[in-house]
């Protein structure tokens, strides 16, 4: 057994193991992954499974094919970056780029396998059900799920049901010792519904009818309990970057952007940075969640070079993207980090997101409260927002003495009619709506001992979604 991984000339992959039973037992996710692999015949990566660092046992001669090229590895070996996300995750050889999460993993083996051999017919009927299998697979990574307990999640019975289709599954399963695949394929028919499928059948009951008295009503009610859209004084007052100064990388207008839209990319990223670099501190490490090309981070890093800047995002091209304008500008200060924003776990001192869609904006501060860390929150798409298994609406006690989720709902949908093009009092009720949704995320966080205020960024005219929400723990 190796007590240290070396970063070696492919790609490395890290699974969890689990060798608390007298057998070796793989988890669910290991066991899919393990089984892409030999199915697509992917050769280019190193596979490691990690054991927990207090266990000395070795699994069995002969449990994988030799093909597969799979060693053991305990916990306290792993690479830092590694160490920072959730297994699964993939690092190149570079050690500066991380992919974690098990649907970036799975999408990534499929699609470099098709690029190395595009004439694997059978691998073009993988790729045609890839949405339902990453969408499985997002399900098994955020429980753990043994495979005697998967009759409820319909996702992953549709899975394996498409799967079981494609000629050369079975044996693929056969080569890595997964044995259930068959008996979860005979019994799918008699799964209860999971509470995620509950949850799609009371949306479908949230008809437009909720709608045909608009947002009045509920922000009504809102006002008879005291409660109205504050937006406290902005904290960095006239924020504004020297963007003449800095190399031309830098700059959001490099892109592919209209020189207008560039203008207002740079007034957000203003308002965001003040109250960032008004925020850190030397050594601080900073976290821009769903950080697309890399706007705000590259930003960050190139301005605070005392401080350690991660991105994390799921679409590789962007985060590539990104990567490029780093690598040109020579930042050693940025780390990559592709995954759904759910699979980062490392600490750090602030999370940053500019224009986090719907429940994302949630996410990122539930993520920012469990590591104790400020948040500079710029929302976006309130009306992508609704019920998930981890996170229900309204968020603050306050709000949900007063409002019924499907009141709440209304105020949501209603915050995202703020386009410059709809007449200016319908703006204004918009705007009102936005302040209150993000005003009940604020007084959700101070119930968690944080100090918490929504303020406007300047100037408004920088975009439709203009809110931050700016958190510090006390």
């Not at 429980?143 to 005697?148: A, R, Y």
């Not at 965001?272 to 950080?291: E, N, Q, R, W, Y």
């Amino acid at each position: 057994m190796k007590d240290a991984v070396g970063i070696g000339s492919s790609e490395e992959l890290f699974l969890d193991i689990d060798l608390d039973h007298e057998d070796v037992v793989l988890p669910l996710h290991t066991s899919i992954v393990l089984f892409l692999i030999s199915y697509c015949e992917c050769k280019t990566f190193k596979t490691f499974l990690v054991i927990p660092e207090d266990e000395h046992r070795s699994p069995q001669d002969g449990l994988f094919p030799s093909d597969l090229n799979v060693s053991i590895v305990s916990r306290k070996g792993l690479p830092a970056i590694v160490q920072s996300c959730r297994l699964p995750a993939v690092i190149e050889a570079s050690g500066a780029f991380c992919r974690a999460g098990l649907a970036v993993v799975l999408r990534h083996i499929i699609q470099k396998t098709y690029l190395v051999d595009p004439s694997r017919k059978d691998l073009l009927e993988l790729l045609g059900f890839k949405k339902t299998c990453l969408k499985a697979c997002a399900e098994i990574a955020l429980q753990k799920v043994s495979p005697e307990k998967i009759y409820g999640l319909p996702l992953i019975i549709g899975w394996y049901e498409r799967v079981f289709k494609v000629q050369g599954v079975q044996k693929a399963a056969a080569a890595c010792n997964i044995t259930f695949l068959h008996a979860l394929h005979v019994n799918s028919q008699h799964h209860e519904p999971s509470s995620s499928s509950k949850i799609h059948t009371e949306e479908k009951e949230f008809s437009d009818s909720h709608f045909l008295g608009g947002p009045r009503p509920t922000m009504t009610k809102l006002k008879d309990h005291g409660v109205e859209a504050v937006f406290s004084p902005h904290p960095c007052p006239s924020p504004t970057i020297d963007w003449g100064s800095l190399p031309a990388a830098v700059s959001p207008a490099e892109g592919k952007m209209s020189s207008d839209r560039a203008l207002r990319k740079q007034q957000q990223l203003n308002n965001l940075l003040s109250v960032v670099t008004h925020m850190a501190k030397p050594g601080d490490t900073i976290v821009d969640f769903c950080s697309g090309g890399g706007h705000v981070g590259i930003v960050l890093a190139y301005t605070l070079p005392s401080c350690q800047i991660v991105l994390i995002e799921n679409k590789e091209e962007s985060l590539m993207r990104a990567r490029d304008r780093s690598n040109g500008l020579g930042l050693t200060n940025i780390w990559f980090v592709q995954a759904n924003l759910d699979y980062f776990t490392g600490k750090f001192n602030i999370g940053v997101a500019l224009h986090a869609c719907g429940v994302a904006t949630d996410m990122v501060i539930e993520h920012c409260i469990l590591a104790r860390a400020a948040f500079v929150i710029c929302p976006c798409c309130y009306g992508f927002i609704q019920n998930t298994v981890k996170t229900t609406f309204p968020r603050s006690c306050r709000f949900q003495n007063v409002l019924s989720c499907k009141e709440h709902m209304v105020l949501c949908r209603f915050a995202d009619q703020t386009a410059v093009q709809l007449p200016p009092e319908r703006r204004l009720i918009g705007k009102n709506c936005m302040g209150l949704v993000d005003l009940d995320r604020a007084w959700a966080a101070e119930q968690y001992g944080y100090t918490a205020q929504v303020v406007s960024m300047e100037p408004e005219s920088c975009s439709p979604k203009n809110n931050l929400i700016i958190g510090c723990p006390n």
